[in-house]
């Protein structure tokens, strides 16, 4: 039997099934004295952490796994019963690694652009804050974020209107969404010349 592991993961399980010798059928209920040893890339078998498994029923058994117990390429897991009829399989574990196996010092001669892209692309933290992506998600556009420069946005170009026309003085541009709610407020002369925009994004 074979399971999947990622290497050098914590939170990972082994599956056993318990099956009796003499009737062939899963066996449930024996898990204090089940035991469980690993061997790692072939290396000797030592006692799993996890010093009985926890019974899911029907017979099969789980192994929790720690980091270090998965920080092979192969992982074998034997177990066995205090009950002479019971025989659990043995299963392999060939491990993968989640992201490729590259050491990235530096992008484009940067150490802090390579500390930078790692930190967003496994989802860490996004405070790569002299990055493009980072700058644009602190600080925004005009000291706007994002979403509030694309709501004053779409307020101008697709909201409600009044007053547009320049001898009016004022001109009110809303949401576009139903709320309708007031996203700027420009007064103008007679030309059309803003001489000052108040915004609410």
Do not use: W
Not at 44 to 71: C, H, I, K, R, S
């Amino acid at each position: 039997m074979s399971n999947f592991l990622y290497k050098n993961f914590a939170g990972q399980n082994i599956y056993v099934v318990a099956t009796s010798l003499s009737t062939g059928r899963r066996v449930a209920g024996l898990a204090a004295g089940i035991t469980g040893q690993i061997s790692k890339d072939g290396g000797a078998f030592v006692a799993t952490n996890d010093t009985n498994p926890t019974d899911l029923g029907d017979g099969v058994y789980v192994f929790n796994l720690t980091q270090a117990e998965t920080n092979a390429d192969v992982v074998i897991l034997t177990s066995t019963s205090s009950n002479s009829d019971i025989v659990l399989d043995v299963v392999i574990c060939p491990t993968a690694s989640t992201l490729p196996d590259v050491n990235v010092v530096s992008l484009s001669g940067s150490s802090t652009a390579a500390d930078n892209s790692e930190l967003f692309f496994t989802n860490v933290g996004f405070n790569a804050s002299n990055s493009q992506i980072g700058s644009l998600s602190a600080t925004g556009v005009d000291g706007f974020s994002v979403d509030q420069a694309l709501r004053l946005l779409l307020s101008f170009a697709c909201g409600a209107v009044s007053g547009a026309t320049p001898s009016s003085g004022v001109i009110t541009f809303r949401a576009a969404n139903a709320s309708g709610t007031t996203r700027m407020v420009m007064t103008v002369d007679t030309n059309g010349n803003r001489s000052s925009v108040t915004l609410t994004p």
